[in-house]
Protein backbone atom coordinates (compact mmCIF):
# COMPACT_ATOMS: atom_id res chain seq x y z
CA UNK A 1 0.00 0.00 0.00
CA UNK A 2 1.29 3.63 -0.98
CA UNK A 3 0.91 7.12 -1.54
CA UNK A 4 2.84 9.27 -3.51
CA UNK A 5 2.53 12.90 -4.60
CA UNK A 6 4.13 14.81 -7.48
CA UNK A 7 3.87 18.23 -8.35
CA UNK A 8 2.82 19.71 -11.38
CA UNK A 9 2.85 23.35 -12.97
CA UNK A 10 -0.99 23.01 -12.39
CA UNK A 11 -1.60 21.29 -8.51
CA UNK A 12 -0.32 18.21 -7.01
CA UNK A 13 -1.17 14.45 -8.34
CA UNK A 14 -1.96 11.94 -5.60
CA UNK A 15 -1.85 8.55 -6.01
CA UNK A 16 -2.87 5.59 -3.82
CA UNK A 17 -1.48 1.97 -4.78
CA UNK A 18 -2.76 -1.12 -3.26
CA UNK A 19 -1.46 -4.66 -3.90
CA UNK A 20 -2.45 -7.44 -1.61
CA UNK A 21 -3.78 -11.18 -2.96
CA UNK A 22 -4.40 -10.76 -6.23
CA UNK A 23 -6.28 -7.30 -5.55
CA UNK A 24 -4.46 -4.28 -7.53
CA UNK A 25 -6.13 -1.09 -7.97
CA UNK A 26 -5.03 2.58 -8.01
CA UNK A 27 -7.22 5.46 -7.35
CA UNK A 28 -6.05 9.41 -8.47
CA UNK A 29 -6.56 12.33 -7.40
CA UNK A 30 -5.26 16.29 -8.25
CA UNK A 31 -5.33 18.92 -5.36
CA UNK A 32 -3.86 22.17 -6.14
CA UNK A 33 -0.21 23.56 -5.42
CA UNK A 34 1.00 23.34 -1.39
CA UNK A 35 2.26 21.42 0.73
CA UNK A 36 1.05 17.80 0.82
CA UNK A 37 0.09 16.22 3.75
CA UNK A 38 -0.52 12.12 3.34
CA UNK A 39 -2.00 10.11 5.50
CA UNK A 40 -2.76 6.65 5.90
CA UNK A 41 -4.93 6.33 8.89
CA UNK A 42 -6.70 3.20 10.88
CA UNK A 43 -10.01 3.11 12.94
CA UNK A 44 -10.19 -0.26 15.30
CA UNK A 45 -12.85 -2.33 14.99
CA UNK A 46 -16.18 -1.88 16.63
CA UNK A 47 -15.62 -3.73 20.05
CA UNK A 48 -19.87 -4.86 20.08
CA UNK A 49 -19.57 -7.06 17.64
CA UNK A 50 -23.35 -8.39 18.85
CA UNK A 51 -24.20 -5.96 15.69
CA UNK A 52 -23.37 -8.31 13.49
CA UNK A 53 -19.89 -6.47 12.42
CA UNK A 54 -17.25 -8.53 11.59
CA UNK A 55 -13.55 -7.39 10.84
CA UNK A 56 -10.42 -5.29 11.36
CA UNK A 57 -9.54 -2.00 11.35
CA UNK A 58 -10.77 0.03 8.53
CA UNK A 59 -7.97 1.52 6.77
CA UNK A 60 -8.22 5.27 5.12
CA UNK A 61 -5.48 6.90 2.55
CA UNK A 62 -5.96 10.41 2.56
CA UNK A 63 -3.95 13.94 0.67
CA UNK A 64 -4.43 17.11 1.68
CA UNK A 65 -3.07 20.29 0.19
CA UNK A 66 -4.31 23.40 3.12
CA UNK A 67 -7.71 23.03 3.30
CA UNK A 68 -8.34 20.92 0.21
CA UNK A 69 -8.64 17.04 1.77
CA UNK A 70 -9.43 13.95 -0.64
CA UNK A 71 -10.15 10.55 0.26
CA UNK A 72 -8.83 7.98 -1.97
CA UNK A 73 -9.57 4.66 -0.78
CA UNK A 74 -11.13 3.10 2.40
CA UNK A 75 -10.00 -0.92 2.94
CA UNK A 76 -10.75 -3.90 5.17
CA UNK A 77 -7.60 -4.00 6.92
CA UNK A 78 -8.36 -7.88 7.20
CA UNK A 79 -6.11 -8.21 4.23
CA UNK A 80 -3.17 -6.39 6.13
CA UNK A 81 -3.00 -8.90 9.08
CA UNK A 82 -1.32 -12.14 9.82
CA UNK A 83 -4.16 -14.10 9.58
CA UNK A 84 -4.50 -13.56 5.86
CA UNK A 85 -1.17 -13.22 4.61
CA UNK A 86 0.99 -16.03 6.63
CA UNK A 87 4.13 -14.97 6.61
CA UNK A 88 3.37 -11.94 6.74
CA UNK A 89 5.73 -9.89 9.59
CA UNK A 90 2.70 -6.92 10.22
CA UNK A 91 2.79 -3.82 8.84
CA UNK A 92 5.99 -1.42 7.83
CA UNK A 93 5.04 2.38 7.74
CA UNK A 94 7.13 5.06 6.22
CA UNK A 95 8.40 7.98 4.15
CA UNK A 96 10.31 7.08 1.37
CA UNK A 97 11.10 8.89 -2.10
CA UNK A 98 11.26 7.20 -5.73
CA UNK A 99 13.05 10.31 -7.45
CA UNK A 100 14.03 13.30 -6.05
CA UNK A 101 14.02 14.13 -2.93
CA UNK A 102 11.18 14.31 0.16
CA UNK A 103 11.18 16.83 3.17
CA UNK A 104 9.49 14.99 5.93
CA UNK A 105 7.93 17.42 8.60
CA UNK A 106 6.62 15.05 10.74
CA UNK A 107 5.74 11.16 11.09
CA UNK A 108 3.02 10.43 13.58
CA UNK A 109 2.12 7.21 14.84
CA UNK A 110 0.30 5.76 17.53
CA UNK A 111 -0.39 2.27 18.36
CA UNK A 112 -1.08 -0.21 21.51
CA UNK A 113 0.20 -3.12 22.59
Do not use: N
Request: proline share 4%.
Amino acid sequence: MALEARATGTGVEVEARVVVAGFDRTWHATLPCGDVELAIATEPPPSDFSAGVVGGDQIRLTARVADDEVTLAELDGRHWCFETAKAFTGRVVGPFATEGAVRVRRLRYSGRS
